[in-house]
């Protein structure tokens, strides 16, 4: 393969950057008729991680991923296809992710490095006894959260883990144990024996293949990416991504106004993308917005999760949610439940036409979790909020 000077290959296709955009939304299902054979399980397989965390306003995140997909999918629903059946696994991923099952030997790298490693964040004080009666545990009468192996916390600040706590993480890390649900929200720990099909059942994969698969997902999942884009996606460092890219069947490409080497997955070039766009919000660690860089370079909107923020200096809100709508990121909303009411605590709109496609995301948002009113409380601009609310009326 030629390289250009700089050492990455010299692409062989170019793209518009308006190209670009509209493949990164097919490949992230929302762009074309969504897949709802094969539903909340089929948005997982596509996207190969969904990202979990602890924030909930209108749903946690994890839901809110298949729901900007599919539509008012049920939230049980979502939950049940998850978990039941032995289709997913949590793990380390981008971040903590909800992961198909089939991908458990292909985090073996990972596994083996922490191994290497010998701890995470915790130390234990004696690893080989604390570790032996968490799996004595499990094996007599798992799967048990931690609360259920002995206790999460040790008493003191809440980072202070319990020794069966720090554990069972340790074991996670390294495979000895899996996290196979949630429950209230606590990590459910059971066997890998348990849960992961026979067949899947080994660390046999070594580091090079591991890694190619998951360059290779990660393109598919992006549709075209850069090095740092696709790297990010499972959390790889950039020379692993290097190490493998030329095996990984991703296709180098030039795209408008990105300045650096791209690759697409050859899927994503078969055919030009078409189809419906999704209006929704979406949630701030939606795998088609959670790199900040790549949102701002493929939207131009720059987006920051102001969850932790200070208050007082806050400007779009706690938890504001890009609005999708004709494929581009037409605003935002920090959004509330108060009784039966959703409600638009900040909004904001990078454009005046896109009041319409704001009232009708919070309308359907409202829907799905039970609201039959929405209400917009602040605006960028009194206009703004005239204009939403205005559109609103007409919805119900």
Not at 27 to 56: F, K, N
Request: hydrophobic share 40%; glycine share 8%; with cysteine.
């Amino acid at each position: 393969m030629t390289s250009s000077p700089a050492g990455a290959p010299r692409p062989t296709v170019s793209l518009s950057a308006d190209e670009a955009r509209r493949i990164a939304l097919r490949a992230q299902g929302l762009l074309g008729a969504p897949d709802r054979r094969g539903g909340v399980r089929g948005v997982l397989r596509h996207l190969g991680a969904v990202q979990l965390d602890t924030i909930s306003v209108l749903a946690r995140s994890h839901e809110l991923i298949p729901y900007a997909r599919l539509g008012a999918v049920g939230r049980e629903a979502v939950e049940e296809a998850y978990w039941s059946d032995g289709h997913a696994f949590e793990y380390w991923s981008h971040a903590a992710c909800v992961l198909p099952i089939e991908e458990w030997p292909h985090f073996a790298f990972r596994r083996r490095s922490r191994l290497a490693r010998g701890h995470r964040w915790h130390v234990l004080a004696d690893k080989e006894r604390s570790t032996r009666a968490v799996l004595d545990r499990l094996r007599a009468d798992g799967p048990l959260t931690s609360t259920e192996l002995g206790g999460a916390k040790n008493g003191g600040e809440w980072f202070e883990w319990s020794e069966s706590k720090i554990a069972v993480e340790w074991l996670l890390d390294t495979g000895e144990v899996i996290c196979s649900r949630r429950r209230g929200w606590k990590r459910v720990y059971d066997l890998p024996e348990r849960v992961v099909p026979d067949t899947l059942l080994h660390d046999d994969v070594d580091d090079r293949e591991c890694l190619r698969r998951l360059v290779a997902l990660a393109g598919r999942s992006l549709g075209v990416g850069t090095r740092a884009d696709i790297a990010d996606y499972h959390r790889l460092k950039g020379e692993q991504f290097d190490a493998v890219v030329e095996d990984a069947g991703l296709v180098p490409v030039a795209v408008e106004g990105w300045g650096k080497p791209a690759w697409a997955h050859p899927e994503a070039l078969a055919a030009p993308p078409r189809g419906r766009h999704r209006t929704t919000l979406l949630s701030p660690f939606d795998s088609l917005v959670w790199d900040r860089p790549r949102t701002e370079r493929i939207f131009g909107f720059t987006h920051r999760l102001e969850a932790y923020v200070p208050k007082a200096k806050r400007i779009h809100g706690y938890f504001a949610m890009p609005l999708l709508a004709d494929g581009r990121l037409r605003g935002r909303v920090d959004p509330a439940r108060e009784g039966s009411t959703l409600v638009a605590r900040q909004l904001s709109l990078t454009t005046p036409k896109a009041a319409g496609a704001m009232a009708e995301a919070l309308w359907e948002a409202a829907g799905w979790v039970g609201c039959d009113d929405v209400r917009v409380e602040r605006a960028s601009t009194p206009a703004e909020a005239d204009a939403v609310t205005a559109e609103l009326a007409a919805l119900r």
